[in-house]
């Protein structure tokens, strides 16, 4: 069965870090683009970063550049985001999604981890 | 990488066929085939619903259409049932390796 398996959310305070992961099963994880998608409480769906089957190329959103880093490594099926300087507007659920292919659309969406930041 | 543009909420009886607009540019929308759609139910992850504009993946039911036009693509639901209330978000490649998504549409089934 295709799953991905996030962990690593809660509560941090402002300007604190965090490192999300995710586990994948049941694909041939370093075939495919992986992306992280959140979504604040009573908000819309947001992307936020992706990065190639290889983990050679990174790709982030503006309001996340500079902050987080997403790398993956291939040898455990684990995709990660390293999240730096947090701010209250980074609360969210963070959703780790598979690409369907190249960069179309996202097929397999983890169950998210929530990360609340607040003092 | 701004928002794509979607209704709040639609409303429709059973049976009946609603669509979902999705507003954007000729940076995303507009400048590639690649606008998925994805249906959200409370407490629950986003399922793909259509993908490269109107590819439906296996197992996602028929009553689910999706088309485009310029910069506005849109997702149709016929045959409305109590089942298909949820929120529907639509989201397109932006380049550069990038995505944007929609502020997402409540459909309520009446």
């Known amino acids: 069965e295709v799953q991905l398996l996030e962990s690593g959310g809660g509560l941090v305070q402002p300007g604190g870090s965090l490192r999300l992961s995710c586990a994948a099963s049941?694909?041939?994880?370093?075939?495919?683009?992986m992306s992280w998608v959140r979504q604040a409480p009573g908000k819309g769906l947001e992307w936020v970063s992706a990065?190639?089957?290889?983990?050679?190329?990174?790709f982030y959103a503006d309001s996340v550049k500079g902050r987080f880093t997403i790398s993956r490594d291939n040898s455990t099926n684990t995709l990660y985001l390293q999240m730096n300087s947090l701010r209250a507007e980074d609360t969210a659920l963070y959703y780790c999604?598979?690409?369907?292919?190249?960069?179309?659309?996202?097929?397999?969406w983890g169950q998210g981890t929530m990360v609340p930041v607040s003092s | 990488q701004s928002a794509l543009t979607q209704p709040a909420s639609v409303s429709g009886s059973p049976r009946q066929s609603i669509t979902i607009s999705c507003t954007g540019t000729?940076?995303?929308?507009?400048?590639?085939?690649?606008v998925s759609w994805y249906q959200q139910h409370p407490g629950k992850a986003p399922k793909l619903m259509i993908y490269?504009?109107?590819q439906r993946p296996s197992g996602v039911s028929n009553r689910f259409s999706g088309s485009k036009s310029g910069n506005t693509a849109s997702l149709t639901i016929s045959g409305l049932q109590a089942e298909d209330e949820a929120h529907y978000y639509c989201?397109?490649?932006?380049?550069?390796?990038?995505?944007?998504f929609g502020g997402g549409t409540k459909l309520t089934v009446l």
């Open positions: 990065i190639s089957g290889s983990g050679g190329s990174t």
């Open positions: 049941g694909f041939t994880f370093s075939s495919y683009v």
């Open positions: 490269e504009d109107n």
């Open positions: 000729s940076s995303d929308i507009g400048g590639y085939d690649l």
């Open positions: 999604a598979k690409c369907q292919r190249g960069f179309d659309a996202f097929d397999i």
């Open positions: 989201c397109s490649y932006a380049g550069r390796s990038t995505f944007v």
